[in-house]
Nanobody, 126 residues
Framework: QVQLDESGGGLVRTGGSLRLACSIS????????MAWFRQAPGKEREFVGG????????IYADSLKGRFAISEDNAKNTVYLQMNNLTPEETAVYYC???????????????????WGQGTQVTVSA
């Protein structure tokens, strides 16, 4: 059974940093993509960044390049999202998700992803 568990959320001040973790269990070799999304109150869920394990490639939403970074610890089956210089507008629930295959813009759409974690709340104070 596939399970994704996010952790590391919390309260941080404007300009601060947080590192989120997504612990993955039950992944099979056919599942080649994972991603981070976020959903702010009253807004649609949006793509943050993701990993293509088959291509060994990491992509980010254009607006987040340079401030957010995805890394992984294969020994712990955990993917991390390092977030720097946070702003109050980035207050949201952050989710990790996983799927078998995606390509191009499809990798940035939430409907592409089959498995989801429960989310972790990130609150950025002014």
């Amino acid at each position: 059974q596939v399970q994704l568990d996010e952790s590391g959320g919390g309260l941080v001040r404007t300009g601060g940093s947080l590192r989120l973790a997504c612990s993955i269990s039950g992944r099979t070799a056919r599942m080649n993509h994972m991603a981070w999304f976020r959903q702010a109150p009253g807004k649609e869920r949006e793509f943050v960044g993701g990993i293509d394990w088959r291509q060994n490639n990491v992509i980010y939403a254009d607006s987040l390049k340079g401030r957010f970074a995805i890394s992984e610890d294969n020994a712990k089956n955990t993917v991390y999202l390092q977030m720097n210089n946070l702003t109050p507008e980035e207050t949201a629930v952050y989710y990790c998700a996983m799927t078998f295959y995606c390509s191009g813009d499809g990798c940035q759409r939430q409907l592409t992803y089959v498995y989801w974690g429960q989310g972790t709340q990130v609150t950025v104070s002014a």
